[in-house]
Nanobody, 122 residues
Framework: QVQLVESGGGSVQSGGSLRLSCAVS????????MGWFRQAPGKEREGVAF???????RYADSVRGRFTISRDNAKDTLYLQMNSLRPEDTAMYYC????????????????WGQGTQVTVSS
């Protein structure tokens, strides 16, 4: 079992930055694929970025070049640095963990946090 708790969300103006954190506890976190997802009202949950156990990262086209995912296995924490934020980035952001496949598909992840809200105003 893995427990995930997100923090760092908030309200910012367009062009601003936020850093999300996800504290991980439980099972062998360092061997898991970790991902960030988001869901806006009335929309499906979408993958934002993932990072493998070895540190390889992949991003959705909509955030590439603006967001950076990272992990600190010693601190059992996952991060998402979000720069140049846009109103369309407004959503609930979730971190997720999966022991097998790394992808931007929510169905590939077994464990989820409760989410943290990000609101970007124009």
């Amino acid at each position: 079992q893995v427990q995930l708790v997100e923090s760092g969300g908030g309200s910012v103006q367009s062009g601003g930055s936020l850093r999300l954190s996800c504290a991980v506890s439980g099972d062998t976190y360092s061997s898991y694929c970790m991902g960030w997802f988001r869901q806006a009202p009335g929309k499906e949950r979408e993958g934002v970025a993932f990072i493998t156990s070895r540190g390889t990262a992949r991003y959705a086209d909509s955030v590439r070049g603006r967001f950076t995912i990272s992990r600190d296995n010693a601190k059992d924490t996952l991060y998402l640095q979000m720069n140049s934020l846009r109103p369309e980035d407004t959503a609930m952001y979730y971190c997720a963990a999966g022991p097998l496949r790394c992808s931007l598909l929510p169905s590939d992840y077994d464990y989820w946090g409760q989410g943290t809200q990000v609101t970007v105003s124009s």
